[in-house]
């Protein structure tokens, strides 16, 4: 599923291809994608405009346009940008023509993302119940949510109405480089174990995004390459074992998670 460092790759291709070009057409193929408008809609909004910048509330793309308002992006499952001659394919599910040729798709294979209209981020944000994205956080801001928090570390790094943009795969790399048990109370973290998370939040989420969000790309000595169940600690101290919190499939080491 894309996470905040996909979805930021994707706003900064975005960023360097689209902006500032007028639309010509927006085709949507499967108006299940659309959110609260229609495609009807969607094309009068669009139309005739250009696209002028780009924000990320955690796995949100936001598009300002030149009419006013914004065009959001959200990826589900399987969702992701294509450009020009990849941009129509068996599963783009809605597609945009610029007047000077160019062309993006929004490809979703099982067609969970969704396309929606907003009149500002933060009115976005209110009816969507959206916690401030992950990288904007202080250290102060995190130990503030845990503190009036209950449940598991993992629960509280992936509760989009409080901290937005983290899911399994990076909320897994966050716990394992901080040396937290993702399944560990957060009422039981102390201000030590607080700030060490903090320091690697963001450090899991900006070398991500550097390296493209490429699980094939990531260091050595992460644990996200290594996502099995059996496979050998990154710190080759144990073993990399699956668990289950929240309804949700992780990994971790429990030798070196604590």
């Not at 009816?127 to 130990?143: E, K, N, R, V, W």
């Amino acid at each position: 599923m894309p996470e905040l460092p996909d979805v930021e790759v994707y706003r900064r291709t975005l960023a360097r291809s689209c902006l500032h070009r007028t639309l010509a057409r927006v085709e949507v193929s499967d108006a299940r994608m659309l959110h609260g408008t229609s495609a009807a809609a969607l094309g009068r909004a669009l139309r005739g405009h250009e696209w002028t910048g780009t924000a990320r509330r955690g796995k949100h793309l936001l598009v300002s346009l030149s009419g006013g308002g914004l065009l959001v992006l959200h990826f589900g499952m399987t969702g992701r940008l294509e450009l020009d001659d990849r941009a129509e394919d068996d599963h783009t599910r809605v597609l945009f023509d610029f007047e000077d040729g160019r062309r993006l798709g929004l490809v979703d294979q099982r067609r969970l993302g969704r396309v929606a209209l907003a009149d500002s981020e933060e009115q976005y944000a209110a009816d969507q119940d959206l916690g401030p994205d992950a990288l904007s956080l202080s250290a102060g801001d995190l130990a503030d949510l845990a503190r009036q928090g209950r449940g598991s570390l993992n629960g509280l790094l992936m509760d989009q109405s409080r901290i937005c943009g983290i899911g399994n795969v990076y909320s897994d790399e966050i716990c394992f480089q901080a040396r937290l048990d993702p399944t560990r109370a957060v009422a039981s973290l102390d201000d030590a174990d607080l700030r060490r998370l903090h320091r690697q939040l963001g450090r899991v989420l900006r070398l991500a995004v550097e390296r493209g969000a490429d699980p094939g790309q990531m260091p050595r000595t992460w644990l996200t390459p290594r996502r099995v169940d059996g496979a050998r600690c990154p710190r080759d101290r144990g073993t990399v074992r699956a668990y289950s919190s929240g309804g949700r499939r992780g990994f971790r080491c429990p030798d070196c998670q604590a």
